[in-house]
């Protein structure tokens, strides 16, 4: 049986970010985003004034998918992200990656916004560039807002 590995953070949050599914210490530690592009992830939270605990991460598929997750995997995890996007409410919802922008139903009263991988945004500087635009606009939106 593959193991599962669930979103994390406060339930009330309005920060959720969703990514594409878990990693190989994901896996191992059943937390999300906590591998190199989680490390990655957390940098760049905190360089833009964003508190990881304060946020809830998830991904689309919550079991690990060498390479993209199938469409059978995201279908089979959708009702999964879309009761957990329910219950939490929240006010934005980042989508890092493709896999993400192109699955993640956008039914909520929510802002979307895209942003790359982090695991892209680590290797590839166009990529970062863009991450880092993207967190840069969503850093100033949650002060503007008070939301974080």
């Known amino acids: ?12 949050a309005r920060l959720v970010f969703v ?10 530690l ?14 760049e939270l905190t360089k833009f004034g964003i508190d990881r605990k304060s ?5 689309v598929v919550k079991e690990r998918s ?13 009702p999964v992200l879309k009761k957990e ?3 939490i409410k929240p006010k934005i919802v980042i989508l890092l990656g493709r896999t993400a922008a192109k699955n993640v139903p956008r039914d909520l009263k929510a802002a979307y916004i895209e942003l790359p991988h ?5 290797r590839f500087p166009a990529q970062r560039k863009k991450f880092e635009r993207g ?14």
């Open 1 to 12: 049986m593959k193991k599962i590995v669930l979103g994390e953070g406060p339930r009330m």
């Open 19 to 28: 990514g594409e599914a878990p990693g190989a210490t994901e896996v191992r």
């Open 30 to 43: 059943g937390r999300p985003f906590v591998g190199r592009a989680g490390r990655f992830l957390d940098k």
């Open 55 to 59: 946020v809830y991460i998830t991904n």
């Open 66 to 78: 060498i390479g993209a997750p199938t469409k059978k995997q995201i279908q089979k995890w959708l």
């Open 85 to 87: 996007l329910d219950q």
């Open 118 to 122: 982090p695991s892209a945004a680590m």
């Open 135 to 148: 967190m840069a606009r969503l850093s100033r939106y949650v002060r503007s807002q008070f939301i974080a």
